[in-house]
């Protein structure tokens, strides 16, 4: 199980928008989300950390990996931005 605290998500759209890129690199993955905490927890089937940080990046929010799991990217992807500011 891999862990990320997403600080900049505030809303459903949000949550969607996470889930989605998650499914996108890994579509086995098993996807599960406090809003109210702000931690999204993954079950990969096919993914690394790197990856689904990446994907998170990439879906516009600033994912921290928690429990000593840091994502590693080769360059920050642009910030694609959400509804909620």
């Keep these: 199980m891999v862990t990320f ?4 998500m505030t ?15 890994d579509p086995g993955a098993k996807v599960q989300v406090d809003l109210a905490s702000h ?11 790197a990856v689904l940080g990446d994907a ?3 879906a516009g929010f600033t994912p921290v990996a ?4 840091v994502p ?4 920050a992807a642009p910030r694609k931005g959400c ?3």
């Design 56 to 58: 998170i990046k990439t």
């Design 39 to 49: 931690r999204v927890q993954i079950e990969p089937t096919a993914s690394t950390v």
């Design 11 to 25: 809303c459903g759209h949000c949550v969607s928008a996470i889930t989605k890129a998650v499914a996108f690199v």
């Design 72 to 75: 590693q990217s080769a360059q």
């Design 5 to 8: 605290e997403v600080n900049d």
């Design 83 to 85: 509804c909620c500011g």
């Design 66 to 69: 928690l429990a000593g799991e």
